[in-house]
C-alpha cells in the first residue's frame, strides 16, 4: 500500500511538472529514479532540469522554435524570468518576428516602451497542451501583456499582477455563469493588485500595428475594453464564453500553414 502510494505521489508530481514545463516530468523521472532520499532527489531534479532546459535552448532552434528574449533593455522581453525557468517562452520564428516588429513599432511611437510578453509557447512537439490555454500549442500564439498607467503617469515595463495575468479590467459581459469554463472572475484576487489603468495609447498603437500585419489570423480581446478603445477590426475578437478572460491581456494567434 505505501508502494502504491508512493508511486502515486510521484505520478502526480510528474504530471504536474509536464503540464507546467513540459521538460520537467523527465527531470523527476530522473531524480526518482536516481535519488532514494529528498534531498539528493530534489539535487538531481535541479540539475536535470538544469540540463534539459539548457537542452531544449540549442535543440528547440532546429526544430522550428526560437526563445523570446528573458531579460534586457530592448523593446520586447518577457513579462518575468519565470516564464523562461517554466519553458514557457519558445515560439516560430514568424512569430517572434511579429512580435519583434510590434515591440519596435510601439516604442517608436512611445519611446522607451518595452512588450512584454506572457506564455508564449513549449520548445517541442505541434499539439503539446499548455495548461491552462486552449491553445498555445503550435508556436504560432503568444500573449501580450497590457502597459499600464498611475496618476503620475505611463509605469514603463510594470504589470498589476506579478505575472501580468489575472489583474482584470471591470467591464460589462453577456457570458452568463457556468461550471465548466475557464472564464474565472478570481474576485478575491482583484483587491491585492494596485489600482492602475490600461495605457491606453500604447495598446491602441499595438493593435493597430498588429491587425494590419498579414501574419496575425486573430487579436482576442473582450469587447467592452474594444469598445472603450474605439477600436473595431475583424481581427479583434471575443473568445468566447468557455475560453479565459482577456481583459488581463491580449492574445495574438498568427495564421496556420
Known amino acids: 500500500m505505501a508502494r502504491l502510494a508512493a508511486l502515486s505521489g510521484h505520478g502526480l508530481v510528474l504530471l504536474i511538472l509536464t503540464l507546467a514545463t513540459q521538460i520537467g516530468g523527465i527531470a523527476w523521472l530522473i531524480a526518482a529514479v536516481g535519488g532514494r532520499r529528498l534531498p539528493g532527489r530534489l539535487t538531481l531534479f535541479t540539475l536535470a532540469y538544469a540540463a534539459l532546459?539548457?537542452?531544449?535552448?540549442?535543440?528547440?532552434?532546429?526544430?522550428?522554435?526560437?526563445?523570446l528574449p528573458?531579460?534586457?533593455?530592448?523593446?520586447?522581453?518577457m513579462q518575468s524570468p519565470l516564464y523562461c525557468v517554466l519553458n514557457r517562452h519558445y515560439a516560430r520564428p514568424e512569430t517572434v518576428?511579429?512580435?519583434?516588429?510590434?515591440?519596435?513599432?510601439?516604442?517608436?511611437?512611445?519611446?522607451?516602451?518595452?512588450?512584454?510578453?506572457?506564455?508564449?509557447?513549449?520548445?517541442?512537439?505541434?499539439?503539446?497542451?499548455?495548461v491552462p490555454h486552449l491553445s498555445h500549442r503550435d508556436g504560432l500564439a503568444a500573449?501580450?501583456?497590457f502597459w499600464y498607467r498611475d496618476d503620475t503617469g505611463f509605469l514603463p515595463g510594470r504589470t498589476r499582477?506579478?505575472?501580468?495575468?489575472?489583474?482584470?479590467?471591470?467591464?460589462?459581459?453577456?457570458?452568463?455563469?457556468?461550471w465548466l469554463t475557464l472564464r474565472w472572475d478570481l474576485a478575491w484576487l482583484q483587491p491585492l493588485w494596485p489600482d492602475w489603468q490600461i495605457e491606453p495609447a500604447?495598446?491602441?498603437?499595438?493593435?493597430?500595428?498588429?491587425?494590419?500585419?498579414?501574419?496575425?489570423?486573430?487579436?482576442?480581446?473582450?469587447?467592452?475594453?474594444?469598445?472603450?478603445?474605439?477600436?473595431?477590426?475583424?481581427k479583434i475578437?471575443?473568445?468566447g464564453c468557455r475560453a479565459a478572460r482577456h481583459d488581463d491581456h491580449i492574445h495574438l494567434q498568427l495564421h496556420r500553414g
Open 53 to 67: 532546459w539548457l537542452g531544449a535552448t540549442i535543440a528547440a532552434p532546429a526544430l522550428g522554435r526560437q526563445p
Open 237 to 239: 475578437r471575443f473568445q
Open 70 to 77: 528573458c531579460l534586457g533593455p530592448g523593446p520586447l522581453v
Open 161 to 178: 499582477s506579478p505575472i501580468g495575468y489575472f489583474a482584470f479590467e471591470a467591464g460589462p459581459t453577456d457570458c452568463p455563469p457556468r
Open 202 to 234: 500604447r495598446l491602441r498603437t499595438a493593435l493597430r500595428h498588429l491587425t494590419a500585419d498579414r501574419r496575425v489570423s486573430r487579436l482576442l480581446l473582450e469587447p467592452h475594453l474594444t469598445a472603450s478603445l474605439g477600436l473595431k477590426h475583424p
Open 97 to 130: 518576428a511579429v512580435l519583434e516588429e510590434a515591440a519596435a513599432a510601439v516604442a517608436h511611437a512611445h519611446p522607451g516602451t518595452q512588450t512584454l510578453i506572457l506564455d508564449a509557447g513549449f520548445p517541442y512537439l505541434d499539439g503539446f497542451p499548455m
Open 143 to 145: 500573449d501580450i501583456a
